[in-house]
Nanobody, 123 residues
Framework: QVQLAESGGGSVQAGGSLRLSCAASGYTYSLYCSAWFRQAPGKEREVVAAIDPNGRTLYADSVKGQFSISKDDAKDILYLQMNNLKPEDTARYYC?????????????????WGQGTQVTVSL
């Protein structure tokens, strides 16, 4: 069994920064692929960023140059550094992990999900 716990969300003014964390615990063996998704009210969940065990990353076009995904493999913690936040970044952010070594970016590719952390950006 795998448990994921996100933290770091909150309310911030536009232009501010937040860093989200997602700690994995339990049977984390070979949990190499991870990603951040977000879901805004009335919208479908979308991938924000993903990373594979080789450090390759993918980003949604809307966050390129603004967000940065990273991972501490020794501690099984996934991070999302979010800079220059905008009101349209307001959403609930979810981390997702899966086994394997391939870079993954679709919801259906991830088996383990956190409960989410709310990010609210105001003008």
């Amino acid at each position: 069994q795998v448990q994921l716990a996100e933290s770091g969300g909150g309310s911030v003014q536009a232009g501010g920064s937040l860093r989200l964390s997602c700690a994995a615990s339990g049977y984390t063996y070979s949990l190499y692929c991870s990603a951040w998704f977000r879901q805004a009210p009335g919208k479908e969940r979308e991938v924000v960023a993903a990373i594979d065990p080789n450090g390759r990353t993918l980003y949604a076009d809307s966050v390129k140059g603004q967000f940065s995904i990273s991972k501490d493999d020794a501690k099984d913690i996934l991070y999302l550094q979010m800079n220059n936040l905008k009101p349209e970044d307001t959403a609930r952010y979810y981390c997702a992990w899966d086994r394997g070594r391939r870079l993954k970016g679709r919801e259906e590719e991830f088996k383990y999900w956190g409960q989410g952390t709310q990010v609210t950006v105001s003008l």
